[in-house]
């Protein structure tokens, strides 16, 4: 299933620090050495440590992502973002049942954190568990129907449920918000030939 970011993406976030918000431009950006090392010079608080995080997601490197987001947890461990960005990081690297501990710890802190659900339903699904993702990716649409990769995933859940039609509208619901979205443009042509 697609992500498409950090929760820090997600949600528009920035830090309010000057030199922290100059880093999080270069990453969102794509400038990620230049946002990397601007993070590193000023790594005094969760905001640095969170946003490190989110560059080293961005170039793959996984396990010291890990490491970053795990450092914003120790200093603001009553932040839904910090623990979804771990879930995050934790699905990549595809140890699932720690993923789904920490967006349990995110929903516990903030039940409305939509990236959290996405997320978790996410876990499930590449558990081969759709029937048990379903719900949870129903819950992140009632919170936010605007992002158009919830809808997808959506679709890509009915369709391992044989759920056809669903599938097909959740998709066109993708492509009404991002009528770009590559992945439920292929999805659709695939469901079409197989018709």
Known sequence: MPADGPPTAWEGWRPADPGLAHAFDLWRAGRL???EAAFRAQLA?????????????TQGRMAEA???FAAAIRLG???AMNWGNLGLVLRDLRRFVPALAAFDV????DPAYEPAWNEAANVLYDMDRPAKALPLYRRALAL?????VVHHNLGMCLTALGRRNEARAAFRHAL???????????MLRRLERSR
């Open 106 to 109: 995110a929903l516990g802190l």
């Open 77 to 79: 461990p009553r932040r």
């Open 45 to 57: 608080g969760e905001d640095a440590w969170r946003g490190l995080g989110s560059v080293l997601w």
């Open 66 to 68: 890990h490491e970053a």
């Open 176 to 186: 009404s918000l991002d009528p770009a979205y590559a992945w439920s443009h292929d």
């Open 144 to 148: 936010d129907a605007r992002r158009a």
């Open 33 to 35: 050495d230049a946002a």
